[in-house]
């Protein structure tokens, strides 16, 4: 298992802008996809975004395409979630994971290890 460490959530406004950012020890971070997924409360966990190896490639969910953006960065094996135009339906904690290979993946089961969550949290 992977210590993964989460931050940039809180509560901000509709129509704000968050940035996550999910920390991974050690350099086999840089060989394997990353991902977001968010769980509400009396939801199931919810695919985000994910992003390939070396961010050749991203997909983003139709429910934030246009608004969210991932990205990483493997020098500081870090991947980031920038988040724009919030609306209260973006209201949830978001988990940060790393794949079990390069490519991205979009279901659960694709990802092997989990952060501890971030709360997000937008008023209107």
């Known amino acids: 298992q992977v210590q993964l460490v989460e931050s940039g959530g809180g509560l901000v406004q509709a129509g704000d802008s968050l940035r996550l950012s999910c920390q991974a020890p050690g350099r086999t971070f840089r060989t394997y996809a990353m991902g977001w997924f968010r769980q509400a409360p009396g939801t199931e966990r919810e695919f985000v975004a994910s992003i390939s190896w070396n961010g050749g490639n991203t997909y983003c969910a139709d429910s934030v395409k246009g608004r969210f953006t991932i990205s990483r960065d493997n020098a500081k094996n870090t991947v980031y979630l920038q988040m724009n135009s919030l609306k209260p339906e973006d209201t949830a904690v978001y988990y940060c994971?790393?794949?079990?290979?390069?490519?991205?993946?979009?279901?659960?089961?694709?990802?092997?290890?989990w952060g501890q969550g971030t709360q997000v949290t937008v008023s209107s």
């Open positions: 994971a790393v794949g079990k290979g390069p490519l991205i993946v979009t279901m659960a089961g694709g990802f092997g290890s």
